[in-house]
């Protein structure tokens, strides 16, 4: 089974080829002409993948030493992401799908953040995931492939988002967040105390008074610019625990209370370092298994399109040509 993956949700266009012997390619074209808007673009984002879209698959084909005629599925991103961006990898993998006959499978971004966890390693269910990316924050309790239950959700702002925004903030380019995880390596983490919302309310998270916290918190001080070079590595160092330390006590609490033995990170988020040691030191105490994806995997990537669309094919879950875009994620399950 020769699984072609496309992904075109957001502002990256990826396509990647997955057999049974693993990952053959991975390519990735990053849109870069939304830096000077500190933010993506939709109508730009669909520009740039309808001319990069062709070329990045035919690359992706190529590094597999793969023809078009060897492809039994084709893989495509069905949402949640932007209907404009959405629709041009649906449209070509449509396409495609008619022109060679090729079996479509409609991929949900989110689940295949969770199973890029299965390119490298096999994870064992019952497991928990906890899915952190630009648009979305939830613990999922995954009983068996897409078995799966979202336990808890943000109520409002996602945990990259919180990052990207708090950075927008400190002034840092977009996205923040490899940024402020990079500064906060050399910051003291308990240099101020910013608020740790809904510990005690179950499994939803919400990270929008993170954001007015910081705000507020500059603004309070007299000389604003001179305080934040002398101390943007220690706000961004106590940003960054504010955020993942809820993250991490959810987390435990979902082990807990679910006594799965294995847990998980997924998406963007799950590149951060301080996030990914405190994952560590907690899968050491409760001695369970601990799966996070290859920094490539963790944002957007086609890999993981690939391999979720190969694991949903042996579940015999295909998609029909009506197969239309979602833009969120209740709509898509
Ligand atoms: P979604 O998957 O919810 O549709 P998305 O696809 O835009 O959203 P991802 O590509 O999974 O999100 O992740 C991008 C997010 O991850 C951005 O918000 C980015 O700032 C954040 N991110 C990436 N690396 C890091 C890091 N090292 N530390 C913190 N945040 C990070
Ligand atoms: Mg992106
Ligand atoms: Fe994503």
């Known amino acids: 089974m020769t699984i072609l993956g496309i992904e075109s949700s957001c502002d990256e266009t990826a396509a990647a080829v997955y057999t049974k012997e693993g990952l053959k390619s991975n390519i990735i074209a990053s849109q870069s002409v939304h830096r000077r808007y500190g933010g993506v673009v939709p109508e730009l984002a669909s520009?740039?993948?309808h001319k990069t879209i062709w070329g990045t698959v035919r690359q992706a084909l190529d590094t597999a030493n793969v023809s078009i005629k060897e492809i039994d599925a084709i893989a495509v991103t069905q949402g949640p992401g932007l209907m404009g961006a959405l629709l041009v990898g649906i449209c070509f993998a449509k396409g495609?799908?008619?022109?060679?006959?090729?079996?479509?499978i409609g991929v949900n971004h989110m689940d295949a953040h969770i199973y890029a966890n299965f390119i490298d390693e096999n994870p064992e269910y019952p497991f928990v995931s906890?899915?952190?990316?630009?648009?979305?924050?939830?613990?999922?309790?995954?009983?068996?492939?897409?078995?799966?239950?979202?336990?808890?959700?943000?109520?409002?702002?996602?945990?990259?988002?919180?990052?990207?925004?708090?950075?927008?903030?400190?002034?840092?380019?977009?996205?923040?967040?490899?940024?402020?995880?990079?500064?906060s390596k050399t910051g003291d983490p308990e240099f101020h105390r910013f608020p740790q919302a809904l510990l005690n309310e179950g499994f939803e998270f919400s990270f929008?008074?993170?954001?007015?916290?910081v705000l507020y918190y500059l603004e309070e001080k007299d000389n604003r610019e001179s305080f934040l070079e002398e101390h943007l590595n220690d706000i961004c160092a106590s940003v960054s625990e504010a955020i993942t330390e809820v993250l991490v006590k959810k987390l435990r609490k979902a082990v807990e209370e679910t006594g799965v033995q294995s847990m998980l990170l997924a998406g963007g988020v799950s590149a951060n370092s301080m996030l990914r040691e405190k994952a560590k030191s907690l899968a050491a105490e409760l001695g369970i298994k601990l799966h996070i994806p290859k920094m490539?995997?963790?944002t957007d990537n086609a890999a993981m399109i690939a391999v979720t669309g190969y694991m949903m094919a042996q579940q015999g879950m295909y998609s029909d040509l009506n197969m239309k875009p979602f833009a969120n994620f209740e709509a898509g399950s």
């Not at 239950?149 to 380019?173: H, N, Q, S, W, Y």
């Open 47 to 49: 520009r740039a993948h």
């Open 96 to 104: 495609m799908s008619v022109a060679r006959n090729i079996p479509l």
């Open 130 to 183: 906890l899915t952190v990316s630009g648009g979305h924050t939830q613990l999922v309790l995954v009983e068996g492939p897409f078995n799966q239950k979202v336990l808890g959700r943000t109520r409002d702002d996602a945990a990259g988002e919180a990052f990207d925004k708090i950075g927008k903030i400190l002034g840092l380019p977009y996205p923040a967040g490899p940024v402020i995880d990079e500064k």
């Open 208 to 213: 929008s008074g993170l954001k007015t916290s």
């Open 296 to 298: 490539a995997y963790c």
